[in-house]
């Protein structure tokens, strides 16, 4: 009985060790720009990052009981050399396991191109919606939950039309995403019959934007479309348009839309319309219902969510958190067919995923992942009305 009672204390010990032997402690990037000219949204994305790393690593389902951990990291928006020292520090100092990222189309084309593909490292963006990250070399490592630009260029002409406008003066931040979006809704609205009396690019940064509101009063529109940026050069020429009567109304493409450039701009901002990714699924009400500290409506704070969440699932499907393995998964637990997990639910996907089910990953942003894995795209139409935003209807 001794012998017995000492072989079974062993076999326990020796499972219970290879079972904590297994467990690992994952570390997720959130490679977001906490300062520069989108702060006040991504104040909304990392939380809600954060939530999906929480969710998972407090239920002890990933990967026989792994615990996962957030490290954040700025892009800054704008700033490639930094946005590239700060994914190097990720992956090479940090050892994390993936990125949810980045957020802006120029920073997170140099981060991937040149850190996360050469490292074999898989990054979700939840917001860089240039048209170009379709078709860039990344070896199955790039995927994002916001939808491209090429689509919002269409949702945006069909909004604008709808309301009965023909002519339009159009002016975007100088880099990729605003010259990305600013061709994509040209092309568009002009092939719905629709004149663009000028495309002009304005740079962020500057105190003053008089020199290029008077370009764009000089061509002319019934409305000014400002693909921009909310917290910078996008207010300015808002607030300049405004001080010189140039335009009374104008179109706010998602880096616009936020609760900071009503309470920015005041009530000369109401009747101005526009757009972002959202979608009023039952998984982007259960998400506000989850939502702590940070704002689920804001624009991205869905898709962040989502991206992190399809990381860890992917990892799950893959049984291994070595990106190289689990990238290939990405797409699996994103789509039909398996049973649909909504926010909240994250813990039971994991427990499907091991018992070598399927998913069907809908999220918050109802994420349905196309072509090289970028969302499909569903829009939430808003208007400012009595100083606030406010939603309208879904596209």
Known sequence: MKKLAISSAVALTLTTAASSAMAEDIKLGVFLGLTGPIES??????PAAEQAIAEVSESGKLLDGSTVTAVRADTTCVDAAAATAAIERLITSDKVSGVVGGDCS???TAALTNVALPNGMVMISPSATSPALSTVEDNGLFFRTAPSDARQGVVM?????DKGYKEV????????YGKGLADAFQTAFEAAGGTVTISAAHEDGKADYSAEVGALASAGGELLVVAGYIDQGGKGIIQGALDTGAFDTFVLPDGMVGDALPEAIGPDLNGSFGQAPGTDSPGAGKLVEMASGYDAT??????????????????QAAGSSDAG???????DVANAPGEKILPG???KGLEILASGGEIDYVGASNVELIGAGESAGNY???????????TVGYR
């Open 41 to 46: 949204l991504v104040a909304n994305m990392a």
């Open 106 to 108: 120029g920073v997170t």
């Open 157 to 161: 002409t069909e909004i604008i039309s």
């Open 169 to 176: 003066a159009l002016t975007y931040t100088n880099n990729d």
């Open 298 to 315: 804001s624009p991205f704070a869905a898709e962040s969510y989502d991206a992190a969440a399809l990381i860890m699932l992917a990892m």
């Open 325 to 331: 393995k689990y990238k290939d998964k990405v797409m």
């Open 345 to 347: 639910e994250l813990a």
């Open 380 to 390: 939430r139409e808003i208007e400012i009305k009595d100083g606030a935003l406010s």
